[in-house]
């Protein structure tokens, strides 16, 4: 089927002129015409020319039987044919195949001893009026899932000391305490704050992103809150640059295998690195507190997050009543209500 049928040749080799109808035994045979027509012989000429010089010629001028450059087969794909009866045992495909650690399984487990003036969940310090806001913080953040992707939350604030950083651990912790992997990532790389949770400092985030450690032995498992924690890592006086890295998106994607991720990230009116990130999150939490931050300052963060999707703003330490205290006073008010009833019966 590959024979030309403008050039026959003969059982010698020979190209013939005319092409004739096959009587009987007269047809050249079909393999040692293929074998001359297919780079052998000059066409032109009809002479055979040495090997060197077919191979050059073929080199300079690809016949119709080679495969196209289009078409060539991968590398990896002709790495693992293997001919019929070679006698050599199949390669495995998977054998250069090498997956990335396992993050639960290198994750190891590290003891938080928070201050008490943190204010941290299961420190002793934390109200319960405070725990049914994060309640109330965690169920509008999973209404928000149901409509639309949410899975990466950055916390940030307008100014320093707005409580952005208790807010993400409490966060974090209250979500774990219905997901089983919630990860922790402290992202401030210009001011770590390890001591918040009363764990060593490690090599973490900035490490990562200047590619010099792997992500699964730089996490760690907290308890008692049940959450796992990337560290900033080494404090860098360029992070900026490291969030412009590849790695960023790379890390995104790694930690896909969390059910949530909540970042703790510098205040977004004084850096650019939270700028950044919100770009790389699915929505972005701004703490507001009290008596410190101006209108004018929300004002300002919110325009700088106008490319970003912005869940939620939480109200720190408000002096107003909480939500706890309101069921509170709504159940005293009921319960003296039915004393009043009983009473008239």
């Not at 725990?131 to 639309?148: A, G, K």
Request: hydrophobic share 40%; glycine share 6%; net charge neutral.
């Amino acid at each position: 089927m590959f024979q030309s049928p403008r050039h026959p040749t003969n059982g010698s080799g020979q190209i013939t002129t005319n092409m004739r109808e096959p009587k009987g035994d007269l047809w050249p045979d079909l393999c040692s015409s293929i074998d001359v027509w297919a780079g052998k012989g000059d066409l032109s000429l009809g002479t055979v020319p040495s090997s060197a010089e077919s191979d050059a010629a073929t080199k300079k001028s690809p016949r119709i039987l080679e495969v196209p450059a289009c078409q060539s087969v991968p590398p990896a794909a002709a790495e693992y044919v293997q001919p019929e009866g070679s006698g050599e045992p199949a390669r495995d495909l998977g054998e250069d195949f090498h997956p990335k650690p396992d993050i639960f399984a290198y994750a190891e487990d590290a003891t938080c001893r928070p201050r008490a003036d943190e204010r941290v969940l299961d420190s002793g310090q934390f109200q319960e009026s405070a725990q049914e806001s994060f309640r109330v913080l965690c169920q509008r953040l999973v209404q928000i899932r149901q409509e639309r992707r949410l899975r990466t939350i950055l916390v940030t604030s307008p100014l320093p000391h707005e409580g952005k950083t208790v807010t993400a651990i409490n966060l974090a912790a209250m979500l774990a305490r219905s997901a089983s992997k919630v990860l922790l990532v402290d992202a401030d790389l210009r001011h770590p704050r390890p001591a918040t949770l009363g764990l060593d400092p490690r090599p973490g985030l900035a490490d990562y992103l200047a590619g010099q450690i792997d992500l699964a032995h730089a996490i760690r498992r907290v308890t008692p809150l049940g959450f796992y924690y990337l560290s900033a890592g080494i404090a860098t006086t360029n992070p900026a640059e490291l969030l412009q890295k590849p790695a960023l998106q790379e890390f995104v994607s790694q930690s896909a295998v969390f059910d949530w991720v909540i970042i703790d990230t510098s205040s977004i009116n004084y850096f650019a690195d939270p700028r950044y990130l919100a770009m790389a999150v699915d929505g972005v939490l701004l703490v507001v507190r009290q008596n410190v931050a101006l209108k004018k300052s929300v004002e300002q963060s919110l325009a700088a997050l106008d490319k970003a999707f912005v869940c939620g703003i939480v109200f720190n330490a408000s002096t107003g009543p909480s939500l706890a205290d309101r069921d509170r006073a709504d159940k005293r008010n009921l319960t003296q209500e039915q004393r009043r009833a009983a009473a008239t019966k």
